[in-house]
T-cell receptor, first 115, second 113 residues
Framework: KAGVTQTPRYLIKTRGQQVTLSCSPISGHRSVSWYQQTPGQGLQFLFEYFSETQRNKGNFPGRFSGRQFSNSRSEMNVSTLELGDSALYLC??????????????FGPGTRLTVT | QKEVEQDPGPLSVPEGAIVSLNCTYSNSAFQYFMWYRQYSRKGPELLMYTYSSGNKEDGRFTAQVDKSSKYISLFIRDSQPSDSATYLCAMRYSGAGSYQLTFGKGTKLSVIP
């Protein structure tokens, strides 16, 4: 089974620009969540999508948005980039496994640098 | 006081040692408790997911939750060099119209051969 894929892996943008990151979950997983990881703040939850609907949202400004498509692929958009948005952006797909246990798998992340 | 406190380490132990990693929290509404392992330049990997107080074992890993003390632990038995990574705890609550998932800052573990 293929893992979670994220594109692009690395990105350099300028302040004020916008960026779109993509995540393809594990086949059959309908839940996709996004996280921001920085040395200072650690790992922080951005939002979660399930069957094309945003189910939960973390404490981030409205510049951070996302969506999920019918094939469960998800995109995350950050508008009006700030220097502080430089981070590793991770997505994860999750589902209940065949044994009823919660399964969650992360992608390798997209390293965003804002200059 | 931060909602989730985790000693960043680094923690260095000899191969074969028992490792104890801990997190404390202040929000009694947390219901679900997770431990992740993250190797350098990789995404986190979910190791343990627990709901209630008590112990949960999976191979060499044991997760312990003490809700009365607001304290969770991850024990690694017979530690191996391949266990060298950063370990993050995470906690979640969900209720009508609200949801919060909070991570600890992570403890960096080195297992020395």
């Amino acid at each position: 089974k293929a893992g979670v894929t994220q594109t692009p892996r690395y990105l350099i943008k300028t302040r004020g620009q916008q960026v779109t990151l993509s995540c393809s979950p594990i086949s059959g997983h309908r839940s996709v969540s996004w996280y921001q990881q920085t040395p200072g703040q650690g790992l922080q939850f951005l939002f979660e999508y399930f069957s094309e609907t945003q189910r939960n949202k973390g404490n981030f400004p409205g510049r951070f948005s996302g969506r999920q498509f019918s094939n469960s692929r998800s995109e995350m958009n950050v508008s009006t980039l700030e220097l502080g948005d430089s981070a590793l952006y991770l997505c994860a797909s999750s589902a209940l496994g065949t044994s009823g246990n919660y399964e969650q798998y992360f992608g390798p992340g997209t390293r965003l640098t804002v200059t | 006081q931060k909602e989730v406190e985790q000693d960043p380490g680094p923690l260095s132990v000899p191969e074969g040692a028992i490792v104890s990693l801990n997190c404390t929290y202040s929000n009694s509404a947390f219901q679900y408790f997770m431990w992740y392992r993250q190797y350098s330049r990789k995404g986190p990997e979910l190791l343990m997911y627990t709901y209630s107080s008590g112990n949960k074992e999976d191979g060499r890993f044991t997760a312990q939750v003490d809700k009365s003390s607001k304290y969770i632990s991850l024990f690694i038995r017979d530690s191996q060099p391949s266990d060298s990574a950063t370990y993050l705890c995470a906690m979640r609550y969900s209720g009508a119209g609200s949801y919060q998932l909070t991570f600890g800052k992570g403890t960096k573990l080195s297992v020395i051969p």
